[in-house]
């Protein structure tokens, strides 16, 4: 199936593609916030660049889009144009995410990844499941598998 729009169009939109401050990023910043959390945006120091560091508890947060980083969920389809290209994109973008987990980890920190479907979507989780699966993962009161059972990852 050919692109219905012109390689310009195409260009334009996609270069309107934020990395900070997207809307699922400020979602969960206002929640961590809300819930009287304090911590640092994209800590260049940090493998992988953290959209969200606490200090404090040495954990960091990373606000996934489900397209960008190949969630298994309705939010994410593959293109039908250009296949192999965004499969090999998609496919660094999971090796790059997990190189950063492992060396976060290898430096003492524990990662969290919120997915962009947890936040919207057909199956997404209100504002208090969301904040409530955050603050426990922070102050180490839960499991990583207690956290995929409600569409949340964490490492």
Request: proline share 1%; net charge positive; with cysteine.
């Given at each position: 199936m050919a692109d219905r729009l012109t390689p310009e169009?195409?260009?334009?939109?996609?270069?309107?593609?934020?990395?900070?401050?997207?809307?699922?990023?400020?979602?969960?910043?206002?929640?961590?916030?809300?819930?009287?959390?304090?911590?640092?945006?994209h800590r260049r120091d940090l493998p992988g660049r953290p959209d969200i560091v606490l200090p404090r508890w040495r954990a960091v947060v990373f606000v996934h889009g489900c397209f960008w980083h190949g969630h298994g969920c309705s939010l994410f389809r593959l293109p039908a144009t250009r296949t192999e290209f965004w499969s090999a994109k998609i496919e660094g973008n999971r090796r790059r995410d997990a190189a950063a987990v492992a060396a976060l980890e290898a430096a003492g920190?524990?990662?969290?990844?919120?997915?962009?479907?947890?936040?919207?979507?057909?199956?997404?989780?209100?504002?208090?499941?969301?904040?409530?699966?955050?603050?426990?993962?922070?102050?180490?009161?839960?499991?990583?598998?207690?956290?995929?059972?409600?569409?949340?990852?964490?490492?």
């Open positions: 169009q195409r260009r334009l939109n996609m270069r309107r593609v934020r990395a900070k401050d997207t809307k699922p990023e400020m979602t969960v910043r206002h929640l961590l916030h809300d819930q009287g959390f304090r911590y640092r945006l920190w524990r990662s969290l990844w919120v997915w962009e479907c947890a936040l919207r979507g057909k199956n997404r989780l209100t504002a208090t499941e969301v904040s409530g699966a955050m603050v426990a993962f922070i102050r180490g009161d839960v499991r990583f598998t207690q956290l995929m059972e409600q569409g949340i990852a964490g490492v």
